[in-house]
Nanobody, 114 residues
Framework: QVQLVESGGGLVQPGGSLRLSCAAS????????MSWYRQAPGKQRELVALISSGGGTNYADAVKGRFTISRDVVKNTVYLQMNSLKSEDTAVYYCSATVGRMYWGQGTQVTVSS
């Protein structure tokens, strides 16, 4: 069973930046895909970005060019660097790991507001 702990959320003004972290209890090379999802109030959870065990990445159109997913294999941690934040990025952000099934973290709130 994979345990995931997110951190780094908070309140930021439009145009600002935040970096989210997701620490995994397993060696991330053994995890097929690690992803960031988000869920805004009244909306479905949506994929934001993913990184495969081979290092390939993919992004939702809404965040391309602004968000970057990366990983530190020594720390078994995946990051989401979020720049040029907009009010519509406000959501609870969840980390997930796919190893046969999907595992989820507890989520971290990101609020973009002036």
């Amino acid at each position: 069973q994979v345990q995931l702990v997110e951190s780094g959320g908070g309140l930021v003004q439009p145009g600002g930046s935040l970096r989210l972290s997701c620490a995994a209890s397993e060696n991330i090379f053994s995890i097929n895909v690690m992803s960031w999802y988000r869920q805004a109030p009244g909306k479905q959870r949506e994929l934001v970005a993913l990184i495969s065990s081979g290092g390939g990445t993919n992004y939702a159109d809404a965040v391309k060019g602004r968000f970057t997913i990366s990983r530190d294999v020594v720390k078994n941690t995946v990051y989401l660097q979020m720049n040029s934040l907009k009010s519509e990025d406000t959501a609870v952000y969840y980390c997930s790991a796919t190893v046969g099934r999907m595992y989820w973290g507890q989520g971290t709130q990101v609020t973009v507001s002036s």
